[in-house]
RNA sequence: GGGCGUUUAGCUCAGCUGGGAGAGCGCUACCCUUACAAGGUAGAUGUCGGGGGUUCGAUCCCCUCAACGCCCACCA
């Protein structure tokens, strides 16, 4: 009897997609609304940068996102999921910058500061507008009315607010300091933005004439010869009896003969290089220091590209490398180099850039974290705050119990320019929200702004307070600032989180005095099969919409979300994304194998008394999933939600339930057809539903089916609760049993090479009478599941047929008689090691009971665990002995 | 150097407050059975990194060694 089916055999994503996801926006379903929970719960997208394409980090970051949104918003929370894009200052002008170059051989200065940002902006709006596009063919369901840039206005106005603030606080100040140079980008950069390396170079140990002594030669190690120039002392630490009667005299720089003091300081390391060290303060971070005690000069021997200025005439205009060289080649001839041997060390490199950077002094903005940090740390000490897993609050801790002044300038034009400004007339400097047009002392109009702009994760630190609103009230109002902040949960990666999680802690803090987040969860980073970091130079990187256009957004979104609960990697293959394409196509046929009967289902469940034990089985199972869904989701566990929902579609409802269905479906019992097209229908409802913040699109899409009003999309309808009165632990156990059984018959099938198509005759043997009743209760199934023609249910004090294949469990023993076909050989060998690995089984609980020691420690539950486990050891080698006996 | 983490089936990983070792993929055999070959049925596979300790009992707790990874600090 076949049955008329119009659905397509696969799964057609790409329509489901745009369709789908049209019909979301459409209905406004992503707009926060009032719901049951009375509460909201809101999440703030990390905004990608709009530098580029999105990656699978970005993938990963929607997806744990999207799913947590969903879930929420079904479970009735008035849910807003605020999305946006940084402008990431540093990467983006160097992008720009470089793209430029190649197709004008033009730099920022040939076109001037105002064109230069007009070419970004275009740049940025290209881009900006892909991004959104990428996350929409994601799936994604944010408020795109709350869409904010980091260059925005609003934002823009915190940021001007927040310095003006703190400015006046005197939190904020300007100083000659050393700080990172990256000569490339030709910007200071902070300490975080610094990555060491490890780099081959040299060991130079240099000959240092006395003035006082001309016996007396120094030795003073180095890995930096051609720093010699901005040398400011020679160092030796005051205990080290070797050089303390040098300190005071005077020590001449080879090359350049230049006369400097000898000092002591305690700094310097006796064991260490020569117990010699020259001091300058222009270039280490180190003698910057030595120089700030002993009062000693700062000389700058570098251009702002990293090339040699004219205090270092003999390599002038040079870069590092060919310095070195030339200063090598000088200091052989003059006989100064004793010795070169090499040396591996750390060395600081752009983050972005990838370029040496250069300790360099110049005068840069500050800003003084020390009160905020404190504050920051006492929120995640006082549970204000929480990170999934915990153990991230090491990393949050060990950034912030150390603070150390964050440098937030920097020398570029793309960003929010610090909003500081001066007079030319007079000496005054003040910082201020609105652009002053005079002197705020002598009122002269000759007033100019720092050219200078902010660290990107200045504004980002803000983002929490500007997307929604502040500190403009108006917007505020409109945006909800006060049933938005703080927000529900940050989901990032752990890569940033000094970077942004403790910034926005910091300065969310600073503003409200309220953490901007509840929890943070922080998810894996994506790395490809064999663990490595995904990159453009290792080629291994996978692009999302790739996967999308492949497999499809669900497929991609399930892989992410089952790959993401409490671990730091997630090694992605894509053919896992294949495989659970499959199990998205698994769903949609296990679909179209009900759609069918839609018809004959009705909308409510039938009456208690109506349900099959296959339906109270399924719907306890259902429930039972529903349950650990919930309570995975609640803390994150993505992949536990996944593996769990996945495992009851695939095991429990296709290979049982739809199998156990088609005996009614395509029998003649209307009565019980209808209920079980009612019953299949419900199901199919409850799993989209638990499935939909996973893979929102498939079960839309199904959903569409199997709900009449049109108006009433699944992206908004309730979750799946647990319902304490359909659990159902008898029937779940029987039905155990029973797929035990079965498996067991097909099992004996396999063994002995029969063909589907071969019927047989099955003789159970069971003292568990319930187990008998709910197996006759069930023998037309069990007809249909293993091809059993005829069989007979026994109690254990029945004579057992002769010779054939059998085979026991715990509860039941099965025979299949086949006297004459088999190989009796085979079959002998086959219970015999059955044996064996139940006696090992039994010897190890047998043991504990005997274990006088067990017996007195052991708490009372665990003891009735073990004697049970020793009873059904003992009833199955007691079968296995009855099937052993058959034989002879 | 300081800190964090990892080591469980061929691969990727899960195992909660100690109490019979799990999943997915892969693999093997047989099947185009009327939802699905992007499928079905059955099956094999582990000294839970090494050593020691605590305990009646350790994959889980403590110590130690080893390998690997990450973060921070450091251009003598």
Not at 153 to 174: C, H
């Amino acid at each position: 009897m076949e049955i008329e089916n119009n659905l397509p055999k696969t799964f057609d994503p790409k329509a489901a997609e745009d369709k789908w996801y049209a019909k979301w926006l459409e209905n406004k379903c992503f707009k926060p609304k009032a719901g049951k929970q009375k509460r909201t719960f809101t999440v703030l997208m990390p905004p990608p940068n709009v530098t580029g394409k999105l990656h699978m980090g970005h993938a990963l970051d929607a997806t744990t996102q999207d799913a947590l949104i969903r879930y929420k918003r079904m479970k009735g929370f008035e849910t807003l999921w605020i999305p946006g894009t940084d402008h990431a200052g540093i990467s983006t002008q160097a992008v720009v910058e470089k793209l430029i170059w190649k197709e004008e051989k033009k730099n920022r200065h040939d076109l001037g500061r105002e064109e230069f940002l007009k070419r970004i902006w275009a740049w940025k709006e290209q881009y900006g507008t892909e991004i959104v596009n990428q996350q929409q063919k994601m799936g994604v369901s944010c408020d795109w009315d709350y869409s904010t840039f980091t260059l925005d206005e609003i934002p823009n106005k915190a940021v001007k607010k927040f310095f003006v603030m703190l400015f006046n606080e005197g939190l904020i100040y300007q100083s000659d300091y050393i700080v990172n140079w990256d000569p490339v980008l030709q910007s200071a950069i902070s300490d975080a933005e610094v990555e060491h390396k490890e780099v081959r170079g040299h060991f130079y140990h240099l000959k240092y004439k006395v003035k006082e002594d001309p016996t007396i030669e120094l030795v003073i190690a180095t890995t930096r010869p051609e720093t010699i120039f901005a040398d400011t002392a020679v160092a030796v630490n005051p205990n080290d009896e070797r050089f303390k009667d040098l300190i005071g005299k005077t020590a001449i720089i080879p090359i350049c003969n230049r006369e400097i003091p000898i000092i002591g300081d305690e700094h310097v390391d006796i064991e260490k290089g020569t117990g010699c060290l020259k001091v300058t303060p222009g270039h280490d971070f180190n003698d910057f220091e030595i120089g700030k005690r002993n009062g000693l000069p700062i000389i700058n021997i570098l251009n702002k590209d990293g090339t040699f200025n004219t205090n270092a005439p003999e390599i002038e205009g040079l870069n590092p490398k060919d310095a070195r060289a030339e200063v090598e080649r000088i200091l052989i001839e003059l006989d100064v180099l004793v010795e070169k041997k090499d040396h591996v060390h750390p060395v600081g490199h752009g983050q972005r850039s990838d370029e040496i950077v250069e300790p360099m002094v110049s005068k840069q903005w500050f800003l003084n974290t020390t009160a905020m940090s404190q504050v920051a740390v006492e929120a995640v000490e006082n549970g204000e705050m929480t990170f999934f897993p915990k153990g991230w609050e090491n990393t949050y801790f060990a950034w912030l119990k150390s603070p150390k002044d964050w440098c937030i300038s920097r020398q570029l034009w793309w960003g929010h320019q610090i909003p500081v400004y001066y007079c030319r007339h007079c000496d005054a400097k003040w910082a201020a929200e609105e652009t002053p047009s005079e002197c705020i002392d002598c009122r002269d109009t000759d007033i100019f702004q720092d050219p200078d702009v902010l660290d990107t994760w200045f504004s980002s630190g803000l983002w929490p307070l500007s997307t929604l609103g502040w500190p403009d009230e108006k917007a505020m109002e409109e945006k909800g600032f006060d049933k938005f902040y703080p927000n529900s949960t940050l989901i990032t990666g752990f890569d940033i989180i000094f970077f942004w999680v403790a910034r926005m802690m910091m300065m969310g803090m600073k503003v409200t005095g309220k953490a901007p987040f509840k929890h943070t969860y922080i998810h894996a980073i994506v790395r490809d099969k064999q663990g490595r970091k995904m990159s453009k130079s290792l080629g291994n990187g996978i692009d999302p919409l790739d996967m999308v256009s492949k497999y499809g957004a669900d497929a991609m979104r399930f892989t992410l979300a089952a790959g993401s609960g409490y671990n730091r990697d997630l090694n992605l293959d894509p053919e896992r994304i294949e495989g659970y394409r499959n199990f998205v196509n698994k769903l949609w046929n296990a679909f179209r194998f009900i759609y069918p009967y839609l018809d004959k289902a009705q909308d409510e469940l039938p009456i208690k008394s109506e349900w099959h034990l296959h339906d109270k089985w399924i719907l306890a199972e259902l429930n039972t999933v529903a349950k650990s869904m919930n309570e995975s989701l609640d803390v994150y566990r993505f992949d536990d939600a996944s593996s769990a929902i996945y495992a009851f579609v695939y095991d429990k409802f296709c290979s049982w339930y739809i199998e156990l269905s088609k005996n009614i479906l395509y029998g003649e019992d209307e009565k019980a057809k209808i209920v079980r097209a009612t019953m299949l229908k419900y199901c199919f409802r409850k799993i989209v539903a638990l499935l939909h913040p996973i893979v929102p699109f498939i079960t839309e899409e199904i959903w569409s089916y199997l709900e009449s009003d049109e108006t009433k999309l699944l992206a908004v309808q309730d979750y799946v609760e647990f319902d304490p009165s359909l659990e159902n632990a008898e029937v779940q156990d029987m039905m155990n049993r029973f797929i035990e059984v079965t498996t067991g018959v097909r099992n004996i099938r396999s063994s002995v090479n029969m063909k589907p198509k071969d019927e047989i005759d099955v003789k159970l043997f069971t003292d568990d009478k319930k187990l008998a009743k709910f197996i006759y209760d069930s023998r037309h199934f069990l007809k249909d599941l293993a091809n059993v023609k005829s069989g007979t249910i026994r109690n254990k004090t029945q004579e057992r047929p002769k010779k054939s294949a059998s085979l026991a469990t715990v509860h039941t023993e099965i025979f299949i008689p086949l006297e004459g076909i088999i190989d009796i050989n085979e079959q002998v060998n086959r219970i015999k090691k059955d044996m064996e690995k139940t006696q090992n089984e039994y010897k190890k609980v047998e043991g504990k009971l005997n274990n006088q020691n067990f017996m007195s420690n052991a708490p009372e539950e665990v003891r009735a665990e073990v004697q049970e486990k020793a009873k059904m050891f003992q009833d199955k080698l007691q079968s296995l002995n009855q099937i052993l006996e058959s034989f002879l």
